[in-house]
C-alpha cells in the first residue's frame, strides 16, 4: 500500500525530523524533569513530613471526627430503617381493610 508523504510524515513523525526527539535543543530550553525540580525548605520539609519513623499519630480532635462519622453513619441507618419499616407497616394496613363494594 501506497502512502502520499505527507501521510508517511503523520504516520512517522521522528523519521525524518531528529530534533522532534528532544524539542529543547532547538529551543534551548531545559526539559521537564528538570524544570518541574523545586529545592524545598527546612521549614515546610518538617511542617509536611507528618510520618517520624513511618509512624502517623493521629490526634484528638482526629478521634473526635471518627467518633462523629461513626455516629452519624448509625444514626443515618437507623433513619433509613424507621422509613422502610413506617412504609411497609401503612402499606399492610391500607390492604387489610374491606374492599367497597
Known amino acids: ?19 522532534a526527539k528532544d524539542p ?18 527546612e521549614g515546610h520539609e518538617s511542617r509536611f513530613s507528618g510520618s517520624q519513623n513511618g509512624k502517623r ?20 441507618a437507623i433513619g433509613v430503617y424507621y422509613v422502610i419499616v413506617a412504609r411497609r407497616t401503612k402499606m399492610t394496613r391500607a390492604n387489610t381493610g374491606k374492599p367497597d363494594v
Do not use: Q
Open 57 to 76: 499519630k493521629v490526634g484528638a480532635g482526629g478521634i473526635v471526627g471518627i467518633v462523629f462519622g461513626l455516629g452519624f453513619v448509625v444514626f443515618l
Open 24 to 41: 529543547c535543543v532547538a529551543s534551548n530550553c531545559s526539559p521537564l524533569p528538570i524544570a518541574a525540580h523545586v529545592e524545598a525548605t
Open 1 to 19: 500500500m501506497a502512502f502520499s508523504p505527507t501521510a508517511y510524515d503523520f504516520f512517522h513523525p521522528n523519521a525524518k525530523h531528529p530534533v
